[in-house]
C-alpha cells in the first residue's frame, strides 16, 4: 500500500509525457440549460450561481470554498461544473451511503457517475477503473488514496475538478476531523486537478482559514452564504434534569396533535441525546405512551444500525439517536429536530438541527437542558475523546511495567493480550481508546488482532503541545454552546455572525427570542 506521503514517488513514475490537466481542460456549455436538463431547475438558489461562475472561470485554480447550510444546495456547485468539464471529476466524500446516493440520483438523472468503495469487489472496482473515460464524476472516500494502483491511474486521467464535501472533516478545530482528509493536500499536487472546491455547512472562520490551508488554497475565494433558514422555528429551554424528558415528551406531543391537525399523519423528526442509553430510555418511554419511536446508537451492531438508518430514510417516524445518526441523511421531511442537553460544538447542534425542513416547510428545532449536569457530561465526553498529558503518562507507565512482566531479556517490543475493556479496569484509565490512538500515531503501539497489541519497549519523549492546543480549543467549543444558549438575541442572528454570514442583518421574527420580544411567545 502506498503511503500518503509518497505521492512525489508516484508522480515521477508517470510518463512524463501526460499532458498537464491544467492547460487543456475547459468548462464549456450553457449552466442555464444544464441545470434544467440535468437537474430539472429553472433558476439557480441563493449564492449558487456565482460560486458555480466562479469554479468555471477561476483558471488560475486559486480554489474555492463554499460555507452553506445543510440542505442549501452543495451539491449542485460541483455537480453543474462537473458536468461542463471535459475532464473527470473526483468527490471526495467520507461515507459510502452518502456517495452511492448521490451517484444512484445522477445516474438517475442520465449523468455519467460512479463510485470506488470498500465495499465493491475487486473486479467491480477494476471496471470501474477501466471505464473512467464514459465518467463525468467519480466518487472515493479520502482513505482511497492510500491506494497504490488507484493514484496510478488517476494521475495520468485529466481531472478538471476536485471536489472536497464535508471539508471541516480536514480541521482539527472542526467538530469531526478526520485524519485521512489531511492528507489530500498531496493527493491535489499529485493529480494537477485545473479546479479545487471546498464544501461544508459548518465551519467558523478559523475552521475556514484551516480548511484552505490543509489544502494549500491561501488565496481561494471564499463565500459563507445561506446560513439562514427562515423556516426554522428555534426554541432553546432550560430544565431540571428530573423534568428533561417530560418536557422533551409534553412538548413532542403537542407538536405531533398540531402536525396532524394540518394532515401530517406520521410525523417525521430526530430526538438527539448525549448518551446510549439516554437514547434507549426516551424510546422506551415515547413507545410507552403510544408514540411509535426506535433509538440509533453506536453501541448497536452494524447491520442493525444500517437497518434502522434505511428504514427511517424510507418510512420516516420518529428516531431518538446520539450524534452517531444523521451524516448522509436527507429527508425533506424532517418536522422536527430536538435537543435533549448539550452538544460539543455550536457546529454540531447546528449541523443536526439543518437536518429538517429541507422541503422549505415549517420545522421546530427544540433543545432541553439543564447546565451543571449536562455540562459536566459533556466534559466526560471530552476527556474520553481528548486525554490529558498526565493520563497517557499514567497509562503508559502502566503499560510498560505490565509488558516487562513476561518480556524475553534485550527484546525491543512484546505483545500484550488484553483488550481495550481489560486494560481500562487493570490501569485504571476510563479513556483507554482515546490514549491507544494517540499511542498508534507515535508508533509505540500496533494492533495484531482483537485484544492482541504489540508495544515498544521504550520511555518517548512526549510532545503534549498539539494535543492540549485541541483539548483548549474543544473545551473552548463547549463554553461557547452554553454562551449562545444563554444568549440574549435572536438565535439566527448570533448563528450567522459565528459563521460570519454577512448575508443576514436583523432579526428571524422566529425564533424563541424574538418571539419574546414581540410579545406574542407560545
Known amino acids: 500500500m502506498l503511503d500518503l506521503f509518497d505521492f512525489d514517488s508516484v508522480a515521477d513514475e508517470v510518463d512524463q509525457s ?14 442555464n440549460e444544464i441545470l434544467k436538463k440535468y437537474f430539472g431547475f429553472d433558476s439557480f438558489r441563493l449564492g449558487q450561481q456565482e460560486i458555480i461562475d466562479t469554479i468555471i472561470n477561476d483558471e488560475e485554480c486559486k480554489g474555492v470554498l463554499a460555507v452553506m447550510a445543510t440542505g442549501a444546495g452543495k451539491s449542485l456547485l460541483f455537480q453543474l461544473p462537473a458536468m461542463m468539464s471535459n475532464g473527470l471529476t473526483i468527490v471526495v466524500s467520507p461515507l459510502i451511503s452518502l456517495m452511492k446516493d448521490q451517484v444512484d440520483s445522477m ?59 464535508e471539508a471541516h472533516c480536514i480541521s482539527q478545530w472542526g467538530h469531526d476531523f478526520r485524519l485521512s482528509y489531511s492528507k489530500l493536500k498531496e493527493a491535489i499536487k499529485s493529480v494537477s486537478p485545473a479546479r479545487v472546491v471546498a464544501l461544508t455547512a459548518t465551519a467558523t472562520p478559523e ?18 452564504r445561506g446560513t439562514y433558514r427562515s423556516n426554522l422555528k428555534i426554541s432553546i429551554n432550560q430544565c431540571s434534569e428530573d423534568n428533561k424528558i417530560r418536557s422533551v415528551t409534553n412538548r413532542l406531543e403537542k407538536l405531533i396533535y398540531k402536525l396532524r391537525d394540518d394532515g ?11 448518551t446510549k442509553k439516554y437514547a434507549e430510555v426516551i424510546s422506551r418511554h415515547l413507545n410507552g405512551i403510544g408514540y411509535r419511536a426506535t433509538f440509533y446508537h453506536g453501541g448497536l451492531g452494524g447491520k442493525a444500525r444500517t437497518n434502522i438508518q434505511d428504514g427511517w430514510a ?28 448539550l452538544t460539543g460544538s455550536i457546529s ?33 465526553l471530552l476527556n474520553m475523546t481528548n486525554p490529558t498529558a498526565s493520563d497517557i503518562k ?3 507507565k502502566w503499560l510498560l511495567k505490565f509488558a ?76 461557547n454552546v452554553l454562551d449562545f444558549f444563554r444568549s440574549d438575541c435572536c438565535r439566527m442572528a448570533y448563528i450567522c455572525e459565528h459563521y460570519g454570514d454577512t448575508t443576514f442583518v436583523g432579526r428571524c421574527e422566529g425564533c424563541d427570542w424574538c418571539r419574546k420580544n414581540q410579545g406574542n411567545l407560545t
Open 18 to 31: 501526460t499532458p498537464d490537466s491544467k492547460s487543456i481542460c475547459q468548462f464549456s456549455g450553457d449552466k
Open 107 to 165: 445516474v438517475d438523472k442520465g449523468m455519467e457517475a460512479c463510485t470506488i468503495n470498500s465495499t465493491m469487489t475487486e473486479k467491480q472496482v477494476d471496471d470501474v477503473m477501466s471505464n473512467l473515460g464514459d465518467c463525468k464524476l467519480l466518487y472515493v472516500s479520502p482513505e482511497r488514496f492510500k491506494n497504490e494502483d488507484f493514484v496510478n491511474s488517476i494521475v495520468r486521467q485529466r481531472i478538471g475538478l476536485f471536489a472536497v464535501d
Open 207 to 224: 475552521v475556514q482559514e484551516d480548511i484552505c490551508r490543509q489544502l494549500n488554497m491561501e488565496n481561494a475565494h471564499k463565500f459563507v
Open 264 to 274: 401530517v399523519k406520521n410525523p417525521t423528526g430526530i430526538i438527539y441525546t448525549a
Open 314 to 341: 424510507k418510512n420516516g417516524g420518529i428516531i431518538v439517536a446520539t450524534c452517531a445518526f444523521g451524516m448522509g441523511i436527507d429527508r425533506p421531511d424532517v418536522r422536527f429536530v430536538f435537543h435533549c442537553g
Open 348 to 380: 454540531e447542534w447546528w449541523q443536526m438541527i439543518g437536518r429538517s425542513g429541507r422541503d422549505g416547510k415549517e420545522a421546530l428545532c427544540m433543545t432541553f437542558f439543564d447546565q451543571t449536569p449536562d455540562y459536566e457530561l459533556q466534559m466526560f
Open 394 to 396: 499514567r497509562f503508559w
Open 404 to 479: 516487562y512482566r513476561q518480556v524475553e531479556p534485550g527484546a525491543k517490543t512484546t505483545v500484550v493480550n488484553l483488550t481495550q475493556k481489560e486494560m481500562s479496569s487493570k490501569s485504571g484509565c476510563y479513556n483507554v481508546g482515546s490514549i491507544v490512538s494517540f499511542l498508534k500515531k507515535r508508533n509505540l503501539i500496533s494492533t495484531l488482532g482483537r485484544g492482541k497489541y504489540r508495544v515498544m519497549l521504550k520511555n518517548p519523549e512526549f510532545d503534549f503541545a498539539a494535543l492540549d492546543e485541541l483539548r483548549k480549543k474543544n473545551i473552548m467549543a463547549l463554553n
